[in-house]
């Protein structure tokens, strides 16, 4: 298919390059990696990213062997500090080529995301570099990366964290064989990695491509760019439910804003497992205030956490920002200092004849990491950390303050599990504000004790008393997972049995009951004949959906060594057992 396309085999120099790279591995992300030294023989969904150089043959005998060798260095440099920024890790190097791993050794819950995410800045990274190429060398340096998902088997982790690994159905040749599809400069992805994705990602369907060793064509999408609105990555489409089991929990949430109506500050915190239903929850709360016509509809505003945020400093606070100025915050400068200037003449008055203005302005822009002039610039480049961090409280006081002189304002902080420490300990100082006027903080996270956000929620107790109201999302019972999956599949021809395998499986998780679902729909277990569900193949025999495996393997990861073992051994017995004979087990052992 692609005559002359050299058969190369790894050399001295690609281990070279591959121990340097390790080497350089931020110290949290290597301790991740030696963490899972027990990994050996486990069985991985990874999104596997291949990233390599367009026509290197024909650079590399143009600029020589010494200069190629330092290219390729400065550009795996660059690439490997945007793997690591999103938790990757490096697996293979060979020659002009870079293979990465997002799930294995570390897994997180949206590894696909995040190597999307690391592609597309590898390009930009690429792209940069180019630039000083052309330069030095007078030569075009262009990349191409491709991804694609499957499973694969982690051999030993060294301590140098290198591993070995054993791709299975041609995951890993399949990320290298559609780069032939890729002009320069483009991030392709598999179908097999474009339902993650699709949701977060603008991507264009390039068609079916020919593969070689695949017996039936390939179809492969170009990532465009991030979406403005990214949609759920959860969720089934065109199948829909009301939201069940969680009437108490409403009731609660809407006396709150009852409250918050009548001029009172409050609180709440929603907390639950992943997939408990906290982002439904607030949706349908949403949803219900807003359509109150016969009450003032509260301003509001929230705040997102990202997986991979916790190293970016206030993120979470420069989310909230952007939704309170009603942008993206993938908005361009222009965009968000337009918005940002109409907000604050707005609240304050126009820039030339108000104080408050001047005060405000240069701090909120620092937050947003718009670039500054004049006094603006003057007030915040020569402020220490510290005192920065105390005229961002000022400031943001301010704001909110000034956004509940008309109407009552609801802040929502999402996935704080996941919030960069820097705004937690800003939030902290800013809860007092929540009893000054009609604003209500409602925070929402996993309960996760040693996560840095969690620190929100201590102070949260003991700074708003009984201004705080805690709501915890347990298991749907029982009836109420059965109306779930009436409501998502109108079963009046699904069989008992189906819906109690259905049911078996997610055990009262309305995350898991719609995965499950969905992979049951998509293999053909359940399909659909003249209007009604039926059950087609044995569904007993289902796998875990990958979505859950991902989610599922990421909190196991997390746990004590000791406790990860005990699980292995448990889930060979089988799903249930006397716990003597795992007591017998672990004494033989």
């Known amino acids: 298919m692609h005559c002359g396309h050299p058969a190369r085999t790894r050399t001295a120099q690609d281990e070279a390059q591959l121990n340097r790279l390790t080497a350089a591995a931020p110290p949290l992300l290597a301790d991740k990696v030696r963490s899972a030294a027990s990994l050996s023989g486990e069985r991985r969904i990874v999104t596997v990213l ?12 143009e600029v020589g062997d010494e200069a190629w060798a330092a290219i390729l260095t400065g550009a795996y440099d660059r690439f490997a500090q945007v793997i690591y920024r999103y938790e990757g890790t490096i697996a293979h190097l060979l020659g002009d080529a870079l293979v990465a791993f997002f799930g294995a050794p570390v897994t997180h819950e949206d590894d696909p995301i995040r190597a999307v995410n690391a592609a597309l800045d590898v390009i930009k990274s690429g792209k940069d570099y180019a630039i000083e190429m052309r330069t030095e060398y007078d030569i ?49 992805i598999s179908e097999s990695t474009y339902p993650f994705v699709s949701p977060i990602f603008e991507c264009t369907d390039l068609g079916l491509i020919k593969v070689t060793d695949r017996a039936e064509p390939v179809r492969v999408y170009q990532v465009m760019e991030s979406k403005a609105a990214p949609g759920s990555v959860r969720g089934l489409i065109g199948l829909e439910s009301p939201m069940v089991g969680r009437e108490a929990e409403m009731e609660s949430l809407l006396n709150l804003c009852n409250a918050v109506r009548a001029g009172l500050g409050r ?37 997102h956490c990202l997986s991979y945020g916790g190293g970016l400093t206030y993120h979470l606070v420069a989310d909230l920002l952007y939704s309170i100025l009603g942008m993206p915050s993938a908005a361009s400068e ?89 705004s937690v300990e800003l939030l902290v100082k800013l809860l007092p504000t929540a009893t000054s006027g009609p604003l209500l903080f409602c925070m929402v996270t996993r309960t996760e004790h040693d996560s840095p956000g969690w ?133 033989e052992m």
């Open 50 to 61: 291949h990233v390599d150089v367009v026509k290197s043959t024909a650079i590399a005998a």
């Open 140 to 188: 075009e340096f262009n990349i191409r990366a491709c991804l694609n998902t499957g499973p694969v088997v982690i051999g030993p982790v060294g301590s140098d964290l290198r591993y070995d690994f054993t791709p299975i159905g041609g995951v890993v040749n399949l990320a290298a064989r559609i780069k032939f599809a890729a002009h320069p400069m483009t991030v392709l």
């Open 267 to 303: 609180a709440a915190l929603i907390t639950g497992e992943p997939g408990m239903g906290k982002t439904r929850l607030i949706s349908e709360w949403k949803s219900a205030v807003m359509a109150e016509t016969d009450m003032p509809a509260p301003r509001w505003v929230e705040g």
């Open 334 to 422: 222009p965009e968000t200092h337009l918005a940002l200037f109409s907000l604050l003449e707005d609240l304050f008055g126009k820039a030339e004849t108000s104080a408050d203005f001047q005060e405000i302005y240069p701090y909120l822009g620092h937050l947003l990491s718009l670039k500054l002039e004049g006094e603006a610039l003057e007030k915040v480049q020569s402020l220490d950390p510290q005192t920065l961090q105390t005229r961002y409280l000022f400031t943001l006081r301010r704001l909110l303050l000034a956004l509940t002189s008309d109407r009552p304002l609801v802040i929502i902080l999402e996935d704080l599990h996941w919030a960069d420490p820097s």
């Open 455 to 587: 620190k929100l929620v201590t102070a949260a107790r003991e700074i708003l008393g009984g201004s705080l109201t805690e709501i915890s999302l347990v298991a749907l019972s029982d009836n109420d997972s059965r109306r779930m999956v009436s409501n998502l599949l109108e079963v009046e021809a699904l069989s008992e049995k189906t819906r109690t395998v259905i049911l078996q499986k997610s055990e009262g998780n309305p995350f898991f009951v719609e995965e499950v679902i969905r992979m049951l729909i998509d293999r053909g277990a359940i399909i659909q004949q003249n209007g009604d569900w039926i059950a087609g193949e044995k569904i007993e025999q289902v796998e875990i959906p990958d979505n859950l495996q991902g989610l599922l393997v990421a909190r196991i990861d997390r746990l004590p060594e000791d406790v990860k073992n005990t699980l292995r051994i448990a889930s060979v017995i089988g799903r249930q057992f006397p716990v003597k004979v795992l007591e017998q087990i672990l004494g």
